[in-house]
């Protein structure tokens, strides 16, 4: 193999190996679950309304109505790993963009404070 394509399989594996996959998230924890309000206030709120109920101020434009984590059924899922994934790639058809700007860690804490307020806790 050339060395210059050897060297770049060795980054796309590193890449893909240091990945948080969708099953292999970091524990929910307060801090995680605190800095995920913060996340949500500056990225999420807009839409989804401060209390997570698609009441935001964008959000009563839009056409589907952004989600109602208290009361709605999860477009893939309601498990971290699947409401990671719908923060990381978005929602094909609707205003749910992808979110990979944010970090991995950044993505895994919204996950947490949006399972908080589907919780109403």
């Not at 998230?25 to 997570?52: F, V």
């Not at 990381?88 to 993505?107: H, I, Y």
Request: charged share 20%; proline share 8%; hydrophobic share 35%.
């Amino acid at each position: 193999m050339k060395p210059q394509l050897q060297a770049i399989s060795t980054l796309a594996l590193v890449l893909f190996c240091s990945s948080i996959s969708y099953a292999d998230l970091p524990p929910s924890t307060p801090a995680r679950i605190e800095a995920g309000k913060a996340l949500y206030q500056k990225n999420c709120l807009a839409c989804h309304g401060e209390k997570g109920d698609g009441s935001g101020p964008a959000g009563k434009m839009m056409k589907p109505k952004p989600r109602d984590f208290r009361h709605a059924t999860f477009v893939n899922g309601d498990k971290p790993e699947n409401i990671f994934k719908t923060i990381a790639d978005g929602v094909p058809g609707t205003a749910m963009a992808p979110f990979k700007a944010l970090s991995e860690e950044e993505r895994a804490s919204i996950t947490y404070y949006v399972l908080f307020l589907k919780n109403g806790k």
